[in-house]
């Protein structure tokens, strides 16, 4: 049995701010309380003056997605070591469906790759074929615990779209069960006609990526989802939803939850101007400044329930300069950096750094069914935190990064990373360095 104690860190609760010890046996929290008198083989951690901060579930990452030619740059054996470094300890993946593949055999696959993490992993289910062999599997999944599932709107032309009537049957499915419906919002029709101009005038240039996927796709998805989502009675999570008006349309809904991305608060349309700007391309695209603020005050106002990273990297030789915007492979990287940006900004902005920690770990937890073991600093509950030194806001931060990715969007923010990471009662990030952790596991939910 080990034990570890987290002594005289400043606990952030709906309270504020709390001096706490904090007593981790077996990879779970046991005791928090302002003075703990531990047995005498504990290992110490001094927090004095520092915070102490749940270990972050980031609802979405892609680690090694096959694309056209090839696949995102990071696995999860090079994805989860940065992710680490910046905090988070738990990521939710998607499955990839093959074809042929039944939806079992996809999360089998997933589930193998994921053995290589050394996060926790929870795995949503890609469904990017409809067909009643593969619905008739929505069950039995949810009853094995993994209760998520994922569909998009658009991405017709890769075979992965499915149309409003099969998402309702989907979602009718889902929520006889119980489960969440989770879908990538851009009304395929909007974009095919946006984006037929520039194809017949070949305008190749990356600002086209986003004059081609307008906000009023995404507009209308989220109304097609409100609606569904009323009459099937599913909880819809909207992923990366990131305009106003998408923003003020979900409010209407009760049941939609709403996840941002730090791209989309932090940065704007104005980036595919810059020389590098195809490295930004990713979908849906980026805003304006307008949409970026908003965002911001749906963080404030409880519209927005999580922020993901939606990590899904590319190498600068992977989006090269002159390449047309359609070949451009979608995705940007952003896991290690996730929190450490919104921890600086959240500071910034004097927003209340428990509406951070809901956002970042005890809503998806809820949300994705996995409260019964991450969510908080909470006895019972996986042993999950970090420790931060408040005044360690630093701009160049870029070279201490664990990535082996050659380009990150995020180097003129600063960023206020982690010094000491626990993940299920284990130290791994102790000097902001990471140690040589062990696997993580493979979540269910409840
Ligand atoms: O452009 C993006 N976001 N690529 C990753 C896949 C997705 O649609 O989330
Ligand atoms: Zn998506
Ligand atoms: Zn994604």
């Not at 890609?126 to 209760?147: K, V, W």
């Not at 106003?244 to 939609?256: R, T, V």
Request: charged residues 20%; proline residues 6%.
């Amino acid at each position: 049995m080990s034990t570890l104690l987290i002594k005289n860190g400043l606990v952030i609760g709906p309270h504020g701010q709390e001096i706490q010890d904090i007593l981790i046996r077996d990879q779970l929290f046991v005791e928090l309380s302002p003075v703990i008198h531990p047995p005498d083989d504990t290992k110490i951690v001094d927090a004095g003056g520092k915070w102490v901060l749940p270990g972050v579930i980031d609802p979405h990452t892609h680690m090694g997605i096959p694309i056209k030619d090839g696949h995102s740059a990071d696995t999860f054996a090079t994805g989860s070591p940065s992710a680490l470094h910046g905090g988070v300890t738990t990521i939710l993946d998607f499955t990839v469906l093959e074809s042929g593949q039944t939806l079992a055999e996809s999360l089998d696959a997933r589930i193998e790759l994921a053995s290589e993490s050394l996060c926790d992993v929870g795995i949503h289910i890609n469904i990017t074929r409809f067909e009643p062999e593969i619905l008739a599997e929505i069950p039995e999944l949810i009853a094995r615990g993994f209760n998520s599932f994922k569909v998009f709107t658009t991405y017709a032309e890769a075979n992965m779209m499915l149309t409003y009537d099969q998402i309702e049957a989907v979602a009718s499915i889902i929520s006889q069960h119980n489960g969440v419906l989770m879908v990538h919002s851009e009304d395929n029709d909007v974009v095919t006609s946006s984006s037929k101009p520039f194809v017949q005038e070949k305008q190749t240039h990356p600002r086209y990526h986003g004059l081609s996927r307008p906000a009023s796709a995404e507009l209308e998805a989220v109304r097609q989802l409100g609606e569904i989502s009323s009459r099937t009675n599913c909880t819809i999570y909207i992923v990366h939803l990131n305009t106003a008006d998408g923003l003020a349309k979900a409010a209407e809904y009760p049941l939609l939850k709403v996840e941002t991305c730090p791209h989309y608060l932090l940065l704007s349309e104005k980036m595919y101007e810059r020389g590098d700007g195809q490295m930004f391309v990713s979908s849906p695209p980026l805003r304006t400044e307008a949409d970026c603020e908003a965002l911001w005050q749906g963080i404030q106002n409880g519209q927005i329930h999580t922020i993901g990273s939606d990590h899904c990297p590319f190498c600068l030789a992977d989006k090269p300069d002159g390449m047309a915007f359609q070949d451009i492979p979608n995705g940007m990287g952003g896991v290690e950096t996730l929190f450490p940006t919104l921890l600086a900004q959240f500071i910034d902005r004097h927003l209340d750094l428990e509406l951070l920690i809901r956002l970042t770990s005890r809503n998806p937890a809820e949300i994705f069914a996995i409260d019964h073991l991450k969510g908080g600093i909470k006895p019972g509950l996986h042993a999950d935190l970090m420790i931060v030194d408040p005044w360690s806001i630093r701009d160049d931060w870029e070279s201490s990064l664990e990535t082996s990715l050659d380009w990150n969007a995020y180097t003129d923010y600063p960023a206020l990373f982690p010094e000491t990471v626990i993940r299920r009662g284990e130290i791994v990030v102790e000097k902001s360095s990471l140690k040589s952790p062990s696997t993580g596991h493979i979540l269910k939910s409840n």
